[in-house]
């Protein structure tokens, strides 16, 4: 049954072209883009107006800092959609990376592809929840259940991505036939450590919340320089 | 009146070729990945971080548990995001499949695929719905009407896809010419039980809203899974 | 300053041949489709849960029917809803419409069209503002300003769609070289009278908020008609 | 590590043809309009129904303009939704703008763009902030820093679209080989004093939160503004 559904699988013109190929997985790849550009969009909702009453109770017997008040107490709002939204940009790089090398797809490649999708979706979920549990007001075992959540995205996040790359990858499966080996490993290697390190992230988060959040933002820093600077470090 | 609003019918340059073909329902593909990329994305605004309020309340003397508890008390959120999300992206598989044949467009269809995706922006509606209601403290009665009316958005769905497909294909009306007829034939067997499935869906609601949400799980895993398992399933 | 912002306004490579043309109206279609997208599918988020409370309210002492007296008083939601998204989509069917024609693009045009979506992303707000205010509990002179703003959404779409056709068509100004005159007088033919009609919805929201919405609702219907009917009640 | 992931770096068949170099840049610009799409039509959401409640306590003793008069007290909402619409657009005009230009991308010109976009992904924020503040109940320390706010979004648009390009055309680094040098220096010329500009708008907010909006709303519209004015206004 799922096989006819399949894009890619039997088209009523099977030209096995390469123009063919570039088509099969456009419409793959829009979609998912429109989700990546949704979510990323969505992570802003979160930033918050505050609230006119909780302004007011804010300004102190002088009145003077309300709306200012209000607003650096929403620190970790800041911080966490800036997190977000350099991961999931990341994660777009990454995926649009490996479509570079990809030529085909087929149900199951279908089904992986959608549950990254399904993950980054939950990002702007998991945000919302540390961006609230980080302030102050309240306690220390909730900040740590919303920062082992939001680890925990970040990890199936890493994860999945590995397994729709091995799937791809190996033995050439959906890869252009002109994919130079050398730098299909180069893939390959560049994302290995991403489910061991994220892991590293959510233990921490067990541990201590806050040493678990800093590791994700060096994480995501690290992703995001450029390779010169990246290069130099790791050798 | 309505024809001349018609995308597809009577071009400028009306070029009978190919190409001009692919563009006419490029576009349609285009605007209908969007709304299925909202829409499935939209349905994670759902999740909720629980409010600091229910939070306290859910704090025991010990004050232990107040978040993990709020958000284990969640789970119908989940699992409904779950079952909603595979559900939308079956149906952009399946969309795109159909489009794999279909080369051409009129006026009718693009309302049947507007009615479809008008019936696909209900489903974080229909999600929201059964997620609030599935949980314990509302009685069985509400239980009931909230499945039911996620069931019926189901099986729309499930009876307009049919419908744009016979409208599509019979005689070959908006199809590729080289479409091979015993692909086309095969798209239209395999998308016939829907209907009727998803009537017992219905059906069962009414009866046992468990039972119901059950067999709607089921559907949405064995139309997931790679047709090489269900091909031996269903022989 | 303008003039260097605009899209189309001296390429770098000015190529006058065709396919440099439709580049330059592919992004702006591009990002109108994206628009139309999002703008037609956030109009299902009005469709709104009935908060648990307002359920537990409809319990009457016999407590059956909570959630379905809930759903069922909020009819006026689901009546919007259809009403708009059939407009949104008859609006993005005549943009399409439009641009089959349409070849160039100027920063004036940009403008117009910037113009057409904010009315469309204000469609959401009109929706929720009826689909609020149609409820009996409200008076009559606030379903009257409700329907009066709806109506003053549809006519504003009305005149911007107009004033856009007749900027690109007058004199051929952004058309392309081989789009047939008769054709493009059948489009200038057929949306001539939208503003005089939604000038008349508009009217009858001031005497008769019910009367408005009616023939608010046949106008979507006849617009959404396939041509052969349409032609022959205009006939 | 970074490098691997860039999108245009080493692609798997490195073909350094002009039609490569255009899927190149596609994508991110796909992705960017997304972003841009969805940014523009979540501005609507903040237009806001007013509650039931907010109307019923404007009705006065004769209880007859509730509905009129508490969309009216909300003027703000459409002064700052009208501001906020036109600026994004504008952005999105000049991003694609300068895109007519650009051919290569690198990994730190995606991170530019994603800033960019992260930038405009807040708007929505700084709208909702000013619409609330704007309004005559607040004080006018609030609204000091609501606009102080908003400014600062804006003048970090500026700044960053700058740097992007910039970066992207010193020494043609990442321009297409046929860019003429005279229409590149024009758009240099163009963007050069936007950061200057929205330098001032914030440091007017400081001072007056009215004359900053003024001056905030006199540069959308001067951008705006068809070439041929504003050529005549700068010269």
Redesign the interface.
């Known amino acids: ?7 890619g ?5 099977a030209t096995p072209d390469r123009e063919a190929q570039t088509t099969e997985t456009a ?1 793959l ?3 998912s ?13 979160d ?3 505050p609230a ?1 009453k909780a ?1 007011a109770s804010a300004h102190g017997p002088a ?6 008040a209000a ?1 650096l107490h929403n620190w970790p709002h800041y911080l966490a959609f ?1 997190l977000s ?2 991961t999931i ?2 994660m ?3 995926h ?2 490996i479509f ?2 990809i030529r085909r797809c087929d ?2 490649f ?2 992986l592809n ?1 549950l990254l ?2 993950v980054i ?2 990002v ?2 998991g945000t ?2 540390i961006a ?2 980080l302030q102050s ?3 220390a ?2 900040r740590r ?2 920062m082992v ?1 939001y680890s925990a995205i970040y990890l199936a996040m890493a994860v999945v991505y590995n397994v729709m790359w091995s799937y791809a990858s190996r033995g050439g499966r959906l ?2 036939v ?3 080996p050398h ?2 490993q ?2 390959t290697r ?1 994302f290995r450590f991403g489910p061991a390190l994220y892991l590293t992230v959510l233990v921490l988060a067990f541990i201590s919340p806050e040493a678990s959040l800093a590791l994700n933002i060096l994480l995501a820093l ?10 130099a470090l ?1 050798a």
């Not at 883009?33 to 909702?45: E, K, M, P, R, S």
């Not at 690290?222 to 290069?231: C, D, E, G, N, V």
């Open positions: 049954m799922g096989d006819a559904t399949g894009v699988v039997e088209a009523p013109d419409r790849e829009a979609f883009d429109g989700v990546f550009a949704v979510a990323i969009t969505l992570l802003a909702l930033l918050g107006v006119a302004v009145g003077a800092v309300g709306l200012a607003l800036a939204f350099l940009l990341i777009w790089v990454n649009h990376s570079r090398f149900h199951s279908l089904l959608g999708l399904m979706t939950t702007p979920f919302s929840l609230e549990y007001e309240h306690g075992a909730d259940v919303a959540v890869l252009d002109g994919a130079k730098l299909v180069s893939v560049q690290f992703y995001a320089l450029p390779s010169t600077i990246t290069r790791s």
